[in-house]
């Protein structure tokens, strides 16, 4: 027994060629849109929230599992960093997986408090990735060596914390498992849009009803009192996601950065606009004089190796320790500071700050390592645009990194905060008791919508489909799809009314 569906228009009402009345499409088309991105990328979203919450404790967990090597076993200071150095190397050189006999240290980053490590990095064996590092962790009071361990990124997170890193990253898939969180951050934005254009009416409704501002809003986003099953897990639905609408829109915008594909348009249009990082001049031709306030040459010289090629080898006395005091003579002031020696004899030195805690200090300085006089310079302060300190600061609060413990514990509550909007959402789809007799969807609205309407929403969402891959390429799967089953009046999916 077939349902008839269709009802006459009101009078006034503008109908469309199939008998359809046109107004009122909006709502039902987010409803419907609302509910079928939850249903179909709340998965992703979820093992994204999961894994994330895991991310967030990494650092914490990092400082247990690897006490011994971040830990000096003294608050000593009685080697130099040139010597700690060369215990460094000669370990590797015992070891003799370099595939030299003439190992190099690519960086060093030395012990930034009393009782740390300093932390050696030299090239990763080949068939690692880019971002690996061998780090050897030595002790600045007696040269101990504590540990021989492989670094990953920038950011220097140790096994476990790259083991978590991938699983959040990509599900240790490799390059295919990347468009699982490209998906997830190309639509969690478009759902929490959805789920706000949704609670809006029941606000204005209430504001209409002489309902001060302060009672309107409890009264709207909190279950009402007495409600029971679907009704009240919708209140709290609804409270949830107007919690973490903020967080929500800022984790998309910040992990599409990291994806495959829209990250490559994100890193274009970035350059495009000048807003990268800026990086300081390693070039020793004609700087014999530091370059001044312009920085001609950011972006020309790579401020951090990544190579086996091996750093210059310098006299004892006018090494790291050397290069060290200078940069604190040119502003580099943190305590946390990598230094990076120069490929070649025509290349300067590079001392960069390591610290993305508030205040950052990611400060970095070029120093000719003859005479000890400023190459180049470049101040987080002064020459990083107002972009490219936000996205800075974006990509450190999202690993956790800019706040500390403080960052990572709100990052471990909205990723939970998150898992429970997508159970509950799935909970309230269950409460609908689908069945085959009655499987109602929500009311189509796009394909009831007038033509300035298409106009309106399709152009800016053709363009931001160019830019994020995977939100436009199932947007019109999507639509398509919606229009096949509005077309035979028979969805698959029960009615979903907020």
């Given at each position: ?50 894994s994330g919450a895991l991310y967030a404790a990494a650092p914490q967990l990092e400082k247990i599992v690897y006490a011994h090597e971040l830990n000096a076993g003294s608050d000593a200071r009685n080697l130099t960093v040139d010597d700690q150095v060369h215990r460094a190397v000669d370990h590797v050189r015992r070891e003799g997986s370099t595939g030299t006999d003439n190992p190099q240290p690519i960086a060093v980053r030395p012990a930034p408090e009393a009782g740390d490590t300093t932390r050696v990095m030299f090239a990763s064996p080949p068939g690692s990735s880019e971002s690996d590092r061998r780090a050897v962790f030595v002790s600045p009071a007696d040269g101990e060596i504590r540990g021989d361990l492989t670094a990953y990124g920038s950011s220097g997170a140790l096994p476990l914390r790259t083991w978590i890193d991938h699983l959040h990253r990509d599900l240790h898939l490799g390059e295919t498992g990347r468009l699982y969180s490209e998906f997830a951050a190309s639509w969690m934005w478009v759902i929490a849009l959805g ?304």
């Amino acid at each position: 027994m077939s349902i008839n569906t269709t009802t006459r228009p009101e009078r006034g009402a503008r109908t469309t060629g199939t008998g359809r009345r046109a107004r009122g499409w909006f709502r039902p088309m987010i409803l419907r849109l609302h509910f079928y991105a939850g249903l179909v990328v709340g998965p992703f979203i979820l093992v994204a929230a999961l894994s994330g919450a895991l991310y967030a404790a990494a650092p914490q967990l990092e400082k247990i599992v690897y006490a011994h090597e971040l830990n000096a076993g003294s608050d000593a200071r009685n080697l130099t960093v040139d010597d700690q150095v060369h215990r460094a190397v000669d370990h590797v050189r015992r070891e003799g997986s370099t595939g030299t006999d003439n190992p190099q240290p690519i960086a060093v980053r030395p012990a930034p408090e009393a009782g740390d490590t300093t932390r050696v990095m030299f090239a990763s064996p080949p068939g690692s990735s880019e971002s690996d590092r061998r780090a050897v962790f030595v002790s600045p009071a007696d040269g101990e060596i504590r540990g021989d361990l492989t670094a990953y990124g920038s950011s220097g997170a140790l096994p476990l914390r790259t083991w978590i890193d991938h699983l959040h990253r990509d599900l240790h898939l490799g390059e295919t498992g990347r468009l699982y969180s490209e998906f997830a951050a190309s639509w969690m934005w478009v759902i929490a849009l959805g789920g706000l254009i949704l609670w809006l009416p029941q606000l204005t409704s209430r504001l209409r009803a002489g309902m001060s501002r302060r009672r309107a809003i409890r009264e709207s986003t909190l279950p009402r009192r007495g409600a029971r099953g679907r009704s009240r897990l919708l209140g709290w639905h609804y409270s949830a996601g107007l919690g973490l609408l903020v967080a929500m829109f800022f984790l998309s915008a910040t992990g599409i950065t990291w994806s495959a594909h829209a990250g490559d348009n994100v890193a274009s249009l970035r350059a495009a606009l000048n807003w990268g990082s800026p990086k300081p001049n390693t070039s020793l031709t004609g700087a014999a004089m530091p370059t001044g306030g312009e920085h001609a040459g950011h972006g020309a010289g790579a401020g951090h190796s990544s190579s086996g090629s091996g750093g210059m080898s310098m006299p004892t006395d006018s090494g790291y320790d050397a290069v060290l005091r200078a940069s604190h003579r040119f502003g580099i002031d943190s305590p946390k500071v990598e230094v990076v020696p120069a490929e070649s004899m025509d290349q300067a030195w590079t001392v960069q700050e390591v610290d993305p805690h508030y205040p950052t200090h990611i400060d970095s300085v070029t120093i000719d390592p003859m005479t000890y006089r400023e190459v180049d310079k470049v101040s987080f302060a002064e020459d990083y645009s107002l972009p490219a300190k936000l996205a800075r600061w974006g990509v450190d609060i999202h690993m956790g990194l800019w706040l500390g413990l403080v960052n990572q514990i709100i990052l471990f509550v909205i990723a939970i905060g998150l898992a429970s909007m997508v159970v509950s959402g799935y909970v309230m789809w269950f409460k609908r008791r689908p069945t085959l007799r009655r499987p109602k969807a929500p009311r189509a609205g796009a394909s009831t919508a007038p033509w300035w309407a298409w106009l309106a929403l399709g152009l800016p969402a053709l363009y931001l489909g160019i830019f994020l891959p995977l939100f436009g390429i199932p947007l019109v799967a999507f639509m398509v799809v919606d229009a096949l089953v509005t077309r035979c009046r028979r969805p698959l999916l029960p009615r979903m009314d907020a």
